[in-house]
């Protein structure tokens, strides 16, 4: 069975800086593209950034420069480091397994919220 676990939310002030991390199970999470995704209030979902299985990233326009993506296979972890938040950026954040970036397995989600 599939398993994500995502973790590091929280309340950051706009400037601030964010850690995320998923960890999976249940799945061989190394053969896999990974991906993170974020649902604002009143809004669908929103795709973040993809990582493949070398390592290849990629980023929506809204975040490019601002937010990095990465993996640690060793671990069966998701990471995501968000730098110069604001507060367009608060939503709950999900992290997908596979091509599918919107539609595939999902956790239950992690909430972000950037205010002063």
């Known amino acids: 069975e599939v398993q994500l676990v995502e973790s590091g939310g929280g309340l950051v002030q706009p400037g601030g800086s964010l850690r995320l991390s998923c960890a999976a199970s249940g799945f061989f999470f190394s053969l896999l593209p990974m991906n993170w995704v974020r649902q604002a209030p009143g809004k669908g979902l929103e795709w973040v950034s993809s990582?493949?299985?070398?390592?290849?990233?990629d980023y929506s326009g809204s975040v490019k420069g601002r937010f990095t993506i990465s993996r640690d296979n060793a671990k069966n972890t998701l990471y995501l480091q968000m730098d110069s938040l604001k507060p367009e950026d608060t939503a709950v954040y999900y992290c997908?397994?596979?091509?599918?970036?919107?539609?595939?397995?999902r956790g239950q989600g992690t909430q972000v919220t950037v205010s002063s």
């Open positions: 997908v397994a596979g091509s599918s970036r919107l539609t595939g397995p």
């Open positions: 990582i493949n299985i070398r390592g290849t990233t």
